[in-house]
């Protein structure tokens, strides 16, 4: 089975520039996070979603950050404007609570705001 | 102070030996534990997923935990230069719940 799966990989943009991340999780999985991934803060969560309806958002930083998820298989996570605080590496993940299933991370984007 | 505190290292072990890491954490509700193995520029793997306490051993992997000193550990036998990588301890309150993660200790096996 494929893994979960983000696009771009890599990102370098200017400030001020609109990014937006994207994921496919696996197939069948109900719960879709998105994650932050810096040297100082390590990994924190920023947003999930159960059965494309956010559940919980406190993660997000502020309100340049929004997620969707208009379906079972696709997510977006974008910033606008972005800023070069913002450069760090993005993770999304999914998991199948019904089977109590970890979570599964996707290989993430290197996102560089200059 | 950190939800989970895990020491950064690096921790240097020479090939075959025992690498022992762990994780503490303050919060009693955490009910699921998790290590996660990231290489360089990949995301997290998981590696074992435990529920409350007890013991669970998966080939090389031994992974603990005490619920009583909110205390986590990973073991892994025989290492190999393979296993060299950041291993990231995880936990949440429910499954499939978010997940609350230690800092990660960079392991470097040495042949």
């Known amino acids: 089975d494929a893994g979960v799966i983000q696009s771009p990989r890599h990102e370098v943009t200017e400030m001020g520039q609109e990014v937006t991340l994207r994921c496919k999780p696996i197939s069948g999985h109900d719960y879709l996070f998105w994650y932050r991934q810096t040297m100082m803060r390590g990994l924190e969560l920023l947003i999930y979603f159960n059965n494309n309806v956010p559940i919980d958002d406190s993660g997000m930083p502020e309100d340049r950050f929004s997620a969707k998820m208009p379906n079972a298989s696709f997510s977006t996570l974008k910033i606008q404007p972005s800023e070069p605080r913002d450069s760090a590496v993005y993770f999304c993940a999914s998991s199948f609570r019904a089977s109590n299933q970890p979570q599964h991370f996707g290989d993430g984007t290197r996102l560089s705001i200059l | 102070q950190k939800e989970v505190e895990q020491d950064p290292g690096p921790l240097s072990v020479p090939e075959g030996a025992i690498v022992s890491l762990n994780c503490t954490y303050s919060?009693?509700?955490?009910?699921?534990f998790m290590w996660y193995r990231q290489y360089s520029r990949k995301g997290p793997e998981l590696l074992m997923y435990t529920y409350s306490s007890g013991n669970k051993e998966d080939g090389r992997f031994t992974a603990q935990v005490d619920k009583s000193s909110k205390y986590i550990s990973l073991f892994i036998r025989d290492s190999q230069p393979s296993d060299s990588a950041t291993y990231l301890c995880a936990m949440s309150k429910a499954a499939g719940n978010k997940l609350t993660f230690g800092g990660g200790t960079r392991v470097l096996v040495k042949p």
């Open positions: 919060n009693s509700a955490f009910q699921y």
